[in-house]
C-alpha cells in the first residue's frame, strides 16, 4: 500500500495538515516556531493568537534518535484517524529525534517496526504516506527514518 | 500553625464493581469516619474529586446536609493529593479543627481516550497516532534504561512485586501473584513495556479524617502526624505526556520538585524514611521514581530491585500493597489510596503485608499528567 506510493507521487498528496512542512524543490523541511523573546524553539509553530509570539524557522533535516518506542495495538478512534481496525492494525514505532541546538521533535519512525532502533542513532527527515481510514484516502505527513 | 493528624482512613477496594464511583467515594467516607470514631455531622470542611465520576460534592445530600463547606477539587491525577494538601492548610492555619478528604473514580477500560483540543494540541497530533500515554511511558524509560544501564528483566521483576503485594491487599484488584515469565513473555504494549507492566484505569474510593491535636484528643483517636504535604507543578524542560516537542535544554521533573519541598517541610531526607509509596503507573515509573524522590541514584535501581531491597522486608518497601500495578488507577482516589496504605502501615495494622520492624515514617508520591506530582511524609505517632 503506502511503499506502492512512489516518492513523486507522496509529494502530489495533500498534507495532514498546513504548517507542519513545506517543500523546497520537493524536499520536505519542518517549521518550528522561534520564541521572540526566549529563542526557544518549538514544534510545530504555534498558531491563533499565540503565534505572534513566535517567528517560523525551518528546522534541521537531520539529527539524533533521543528515545523510541512502538505503538503496537490501535490507538482509539478518535482522535486516531489510521486504517483498519483492532485485528489487522499494523504497529508502528514512534520516537524523538533530537535537532542539534534547535528542538526535539516526536515524530512517527518509517519502516518496519522492529527494525533496529537505537538511541543516539542518525535519523532523517522524510515525506510519509498516511491513510485515513474514515476518508479511505491517503495524505502526506512527516517521519523521521534512519540514515542509510 | 499547628501538627495535623490523620485520624482515620478508609478505602472502597479497587477494581471493577457494579457501584457507581459515588457509591464507591461514600464507601470510603463511611468506613474513614467509623475508623476515626466520628460523625460526618461533626465535619467542618470536605474536599474531594474525581476526574470521570461527577462532582465529589454529590454525596451530600447522602451522608448529610450538614451545611458544611465542601470543595470540589480538580487536578488531573493530583486530584487526590491536592485535596489532602487542602485539608492539610485548613487544619494547619487553625481555621478548622476536623475535616475529611476523599477521592473516587469509575474509568472505562482500556487506555484513556485523548482529546488534542482538551490538552491544547493540533489535532493532527492525535490523527497520526502520537497522542497516547502509553507511548510516552514507553518512551521515558527507554531512553532511562539506555542512560543508566536499567534491564529488561529489572521492569519484570517491579511488575512481579506488585503482584506479590496485592495478593496480601484486601483492597487491591489483581489479587494473584504473577510469575517473572508471565510477565517478561506477555504483549508487548509499548517497548520495552508488557502488558502487565502497566496498571490499567479502574474503579474505587478512598477517605481520610485530619484534625488537630487537640480534636484528635477529645475523641480519644490514634492519629498519624502528617510531618509535610505539596503539590508541584512540572519545570522549564521536564519531559511530559503529550509533548509534540522538547526544550533541547533539558531540565528536571515535577517529582523532583515536591519531594524536595516536602521533605524541607518536614525536615528529614530520604535516607530517613522507612516506607515509600510512589507513582507506578507502569513499571518503568517506579524504577525512576526512587530516584526521583532521592532513595537512589540514577541506575542503582538495578542492583536495589535484583537484592530485593524494595520488597515487604527489603531495605525500604516500595508500594506495599501493590501500587497502582496491583490495585489500578481510578485517578481520584489513586493518591489518597497511597496514604491510606501508609497510615495503615505505621499504625501497624497491614496484616499479611505488614513492613517489620515498626516504620515510623512513610512516604508518598502520585504523578500524572500534565505534569504534576503530590508527595507526604508521615509519621507515626
Known sequence: MAELLDKEEILKLEPLAEGLFRLDNGVPVLLGGKNKETGKIVFPMPSGAEAERFDVVPLKRTGKLWSWTVQRFRPKTPPYRGPGDDKNFQPYAVGYVELEDQVIVETRIMGDPDQTLKIGMEMELALEPFELGDEDKYVSTFAFKPVA | ?381
Open chain 2, 1 to 381: 500553625m499547628r501538627d495535623v493528624y490523620i485520624i482515620g482512613a478508609g478505602i472502597h477496594p479497587f477494581g471493577r464493581h457494579d457501584l457507581s464511583g459515588l457509591e464507591q467515594g461514600v464507601a470510603a467516607a463511611r468506613d474513614a469516619l467509623k475508623d476515626a470514631g466520628a460523625d460526618w455531622q461533626d465535619m467542618q470542611f470536605a474536599f474531594g474529586g474525581s476526574l470521570a465520576a461527577g462532582n465529589a460534592d454529590a454525596m451530600l445530600p447522602i451522608m448529610g446536609l450538614s451545611t458544611m463547606q465542601f470543595i470540589n477539587v480538580a487536578n488531573g491525577c493530583a486530584t487526590g493529593g491536592s485535596a489532602l494538601l487542602s485539608g492539610y492548610w485548613s487544619i494547619k492555619s487553625e481555621e478548622f479543627d476536623m475535616g475529611i478528604v476523599v477521592g473516587f473514580d469509575k474509568h472505562p477500560r482500556g487506555a484513556f481516550n485523548a482529546d488534542p483540543k482538551a490538552s491544547g494540541l493540533p489535532q493532527w497530533y492525535g490523527d497520526q497516532g502520537l497522542m497516547l500515554t502509553t507511548q510516552f511511558f514507553g518512551m521515558k524509560i527507554q531512553r532511562y534504561k539506555e542512560l543508566y544501564g536499567i534491564s529488561d528483566e529489572t521492569l519484570g521483576k517491579v511488575a512481579e512485586k506488585a503482584f506479590q503485594n496485592g495478593s496480601l491487599t484486601p483492597h487491591a484488584w489483581r489479587r494473584e501473584p504473577v510469575d517473572l515469565d508471565t510477565i517478561m513473555n506477555s504483549q508487548m504494549v509499548s517497548d520495552p513495556l508488557t502488558k502487565f507492566m502497566f496498571c490499567s484505569p479502574a474503579e474505587g474510593g478512598a477517605a481520610l479524617i485530619l484534625a488537630s491535636e487537640e480534636k484528635m484528643k477529645q475523641l480519644g483517636a490514634k492519629g498519624v502526624l502528617m510531618r509535610g504535604a505539596s503539590v508541584r507543578t512540572r519545570p522549564q524542560g521536564s519531559f511530559e505526556v503529550f509533548s509534540p516537542s522538547l526544550d533541547v535544554e533539558r531540565g528536571g521533573t515535577p517529582t523532583e520538585v515536591a519531594s524536595k519541598a516536602v521533605y524541607e517541610m518536614a525536615g528529614i531526607g530520604p535516607e530517613e524514611i522507612d516506607i515509600a509509596q510512589i507513582q507506578d503507573t507502569e513499571s518503568g515509573a517506579e524504577i525512576m521514581h526512587m530516584s526521583e524522590n532521592g532513595f537512589c541514584a540514577d541506575g542503582d535501581q538495578e542492583k536495589l530491585i535484583q537484592d530485593g531491597d524494595t520488597k515487604i522486608g527489603g531495605k525500604l518497601p516500595i508500594n506495599t500493597d501493590g501500587g497502582c500495578l496491583a490495585c489500578g488507577e481510578p485517578i481520584g482516589a489513586s493518591g489518597l489510596r497511597q496514604v491510606y496504605e501508609n497510615v495503615i502501615q505505621l499504625r501497624g495494622d497491614a496484616g499479611d503485608r505488614q513492613v517489620p520492624g515498626n516504620p515510623r515514617l512513610g512516604y508518598t508520591q502520585v504523578y500524572g499528567a500534565p505534569g504534576l506530582s503530590a508527595c507526604t511524609i508521615l509519621s507515626a505517632a
